[in-house]
């Protein structure tokens, strides 16, 4: 089965430092990789994908994540974190058991706090 | 851009209520997935189509029913609400079976009391 593991429940950094949100996949064959942002009472917001290609993927508001095949891990980083960053973090990957008809499996989520 | 476009916002319904939430995907999208996100939870897959029909189907009470229409907007009908219902409940859309991404709306907030 498909699925994507989120070790931590909460991430604290400073505001400055460096940021890293961790993700493990589960798929069989390709894995296309996701990631969302959401805040309190808000949707799901894309931050950026994986599907083929380079395995450093940059995205919005300054956010990259690393494709590692060896280690099954897509992690999501950002070289100098905002307290406006602290939010919901959910890493998905796409579903391909399904027939075609892809949907998305979400991991349980990180709370990224970035204190001031 | 256009996004996709969720009505309503917010919903209160009493116990053993029905309610009715509305998904307008991105045009040219053609597949529709509803998601609940219970409080401090990750989004669960309840249910999908493919231009109009069924795709696939997650852990969606029976009590939940959806469809898509013509237009491809979407409607998830849910009956005998229960306080269990109480959820954000999100539509998403994509094309190309998700190559170019999904993109999802703010969400329905359903509070059943």
């Known amino acids: 089965a498909q699925s994507v593991a989120q070790p931590e429940d909460q991430v604290n950094v400073a505001e400055g430092n460096p940021l890293t949100v961790k993700c493990t996949y589960s798929?069989?064959?390709?894995?296309?990789l996701f990631w969302y942002v959401q805040y309190p009472n808000r949707g799901l917001q894309f931050l950026l994908k994986?599907?083929?290609?380079?395995?450093l993927v940059k995205g919005s508001y300054g956010f990259e994540a690393e494709f590692n095949k060896s280690q099954t891990s897509f992690h999501l980083k950002k070289p100098s974190a905002l307290v406006s960053d602290s939010a919901l973090y959910f890493c998905?990957?796409?579903?391909?058991?399904?027939?075609?008809?892809?949907?998305?499996?979400f991991g349980a989520g990180t709370r990224l706090a970035v204190h001031p | 851009a256009a996004g996709v476009i969720q009505s309503p916002r917010h919903l209160i319904k009493e116990k053993r209520e029905t309610a009715t939430l509305k998904c307008y995907p991105i045009?040219?999208?053609?597949?529709v997935y509803w998601y609940q996100q219970g409080p401090g939870q990750d989004p669960q897959f309840l249910i999908s189509?493919?231009?109009?029909?069924?795709?696939d189907k997650g852990s969606i009470p029976d009590r939940f029913s959806a469809q898509q229409f013509s237009d491809y907007h979407s409607e998830l009908n849910m009956s005998s609400l229960e306080l269990g219902d109480s959820a954000l409940y999100f539509c998403?859309?994509?094309?190309?079976?998700?190559?170019?991404?999904?993109?999802f709306g703010s969400g329905t907030r359903l509070t059943v009391v």
């Open positions: 998403a859309s994509s094309s190309r079976q998700g190559e170019n991404g999904y993109t």
């Open positions: 798929v069989s064959g390709n894995p296309y």
């Open positions: 994986y599907i083929t290609g380079d395995n």
């Open positions: 998905a990957v796409r579903d391909e058991s399904s027939g075609g008809y892809n949907k998305l499996i």
């Open positions: 045009p040219r999208h053609d597949t």
């Open positions: 189509f493919y231009e109009k029909m069924q795709s």
